[in-house]
């Protein structure tokens, strides 16, 4: 199993609601990330977990709140979200976060937001 | 980190033609450098990846060039095919600077049958 299972593919969410993006992999991975990538623009980072522990925060609002279960689960709590905040936001995996690491990501299909 | 650019923003080639797909980059600290695919719809797919100690790597169909003089990475496509049609990113990574990938603006690449 090589794939970055997201859900839900799409969600549309008004600006009061709280919501909740997952994301899964079985690769044995042991980092896991959140990237926000608007239209046209390249991935942006803003969390990383490393060792089911939060490593890396973009200085990302607080509106967005990481959480990791386990090895293999990674959730983007979402609540009191802006327009502005609608993009597709992806969730990646790879093997060692540390410094031999190769890069490689594995990135999920996304989970498209829209924020009316 | 610095950021990663591309010289194109779109690039349209023949089907069967060869396709070459440029980056600029910036942090001369750079020691890793990864090529990404992203189709309409999907996350971004490694493609090929080059150490700063190399210049040259090749896979199947695309190959890497890395001058690290003038900072300029290249992805070449050989015979390029409708499949190849896609957003390309290049990404590059300080290992001694967090080991966090920052990528580049993208360029997209479509291919005329």
């Known amino acids: 199993d090589t794939e970055v299972t997201q859900t839900p593919k799409h969600l549309v969410m008004g600006m009061t609601n709280k919501k909740s993006l997952k994301c899964e992999q079985h690769?044995?991975?042991?980092?896991m990330y959140w990237y926000k990538q608007k239209a046209k623009k390249p991935p942006e980072l803003m969390f990383v977990?490393?060792?089911?522990?939060?490593?890396i925060n973009e200085s990302v609002p607080s509106r967005f709140s990481p959480e990791c279960p386990n090895s293999s689960l990674l959730n983007l709590h979402l609540h009191a979200l802006q327009p502005e905040d609608s993009a597709l936001y992806l969730c990646?995996?790879?093997?060692?976060?540390?410094?031999?690491?190769?890069?490689?990501?594995?990135f999920g299909e996304g989970s498209r937001l829209t924020v009316l | 980190g610095e950021s990663v650019g591309l010289h194109l923003p779109t690039l349209s080639v023949q089907e069967g033609d060869n396709s070459i797909i440029n980056c600029a980059y910036s942090?001369?600290?750079?020691?890793?450098f990864i090529w990404y695919k992203q189709e309409s719809g999907k996350g971004p797919q490694f493609i090929i990846d080059?150490?700063?100690?190399?210049d040259k790597r090749q896979g199947q169909r695309v190959t890497v060039l890395l001058n690290k003089t003038v900072k300029h990475l290249s992805l070449q496509i050989a015979a390029t095919q409708p499949g190849d049609s896609a957003v390309y990113f290049c990404?590059?990574?300080?290992?001694?600077?967090?080991?966090?990938?920052?990528f580049g603006g993208g360029t997209r690449l479509m291919v005329k049958p």
């Open positions: 990646a995996s790879s093997q060692d976060p540390g410094i031999h690491n190769t890069g490689e990501l594995f």
């Open positions: 690769m044995g991975h042991r980092a």
């Open positions: 977990y490393s060792y089911e522990k939060l490593s």
């Open positions: 942090n001369s600290a750079s020691d890793y």
């Open positions: 080059i150490r700063s100690n190399m």
């Open positions: 990404a590059d990574l300080e290992e001694n600077a967090g080991n966090m990938l920052t």
